[in-house]
């Protein structure tokens, strides 16, 4: 069988995918939840997101993988509309984000891990709903808190089992902390392949140690909060992730990282005054060449790497 990756209009040579965004968002709503009144959301207008995912494209992007899930906006049908548009590569993912965004009607409290392995590969084969549009990778999943609570386990078990059945690659949600090592572990307890996951937001928590032990089971680390400005650290510590990332590739671990910006709120859109989703072409991958990292690293980060996790044997 020839390899390929899933996009949102079907498979795709995954030589075609170029460079790759493996963790964006182009609609999403968080602020509905139950007690939650910040009004996090990035805004389905359609114009607007075409316009600022050009710019992309104008850069020379290829690919965007959309991790929005159930509960929280994912929409196939607006996914193949943003592709066709764009001309873009759009990659959907699939699963549950993390506790206190599990839809109620996923019933995750009620079901057994087998269930919901079942239902992702339904996805996988058949796709989403009478959409026909199948998902080409696990994800974001995700723990709320430092640690993985008993809901998002049986997540975490669901994906580690769909994934070993399907081919597709497993992407987390890992902030502030270690927990992506508990993710991991979990993975491996179900014999999912680490080289298939990613741990995600690997930046918001700077620590080589922590990235050492990841790549050092064979999965991969995400700096994804690229860009962001909604807290000290982010907005000023990218200098301090490029030194760590810097110390990665002089490890030679080039090929267990991959890079993105988590668009996620419409303060990031350039419209807004924010970097859209060319800050890393514009401004972080020429600090990167400029502390250090080769043409062929940057190519590994962008391309290479994000085409090996969408690319299903």
Known sequence: MVDYATTVTGPVDPAT????????????????????????????????????????????????????????????????????ATGLNVVM??????????????????????DLA??????ATDGVGESGIRPGVIGEIGTDKPWVSALEERVHRAAARASRRTG?????????????????????EEGADPTRVVIGHADSYPSLDYYLAIVGRGASVEFDFLGMSFTPQERHGEGRIVELLCDLLG????????????????????HYGGNGYVHLAEAFLPK???AGASDAEIEALTVANPRRLLTIA
């Open 251 to 270: 490890r030679g671990h080039a090929d267990r990282v991959l890079l993105s910006q988590d668009v996620c709120h419409n303060s990031q859109l350039k």
């Open 168 to 188: 597709l690659a497993i992407t987390t949600h890992a902030v502030m902390s270690d927990v992506g090592l508990a993710q991991l572990r979990i993975f491996e």
């Open 93 to 114: 993912g699939c699963g549950w984000y993390r506790g206190a965004y599990y839809p109620a009607e996923a019933r995750i409290d009620r079901r057994s891990v087998d």
């Open 17 to 84: 995918l170029g460079i790759t965004l493996p963790h964006e968002h182009t609609a999403i709503s968080l602020w509905h939840i139950p007690a939650r009144w910040d009004y996090w959301e990035l805004t389905r207008d359609e114009g607007l997101i075409v316009e600022e995912l050009g710019l992309f494209r104008t850069a020379g992007g290829g690919t965007l993988v959309d991790l929005t899930l159930d509960g929280i906006g994912r929409d196939p049908a607006w996914l193949a509309r943003v592709s066709g």
């Open 288 to 290: 990167l060449r400029a």
């Open 118 to 123: 079942d239902e992702l590969v339904r996805e």
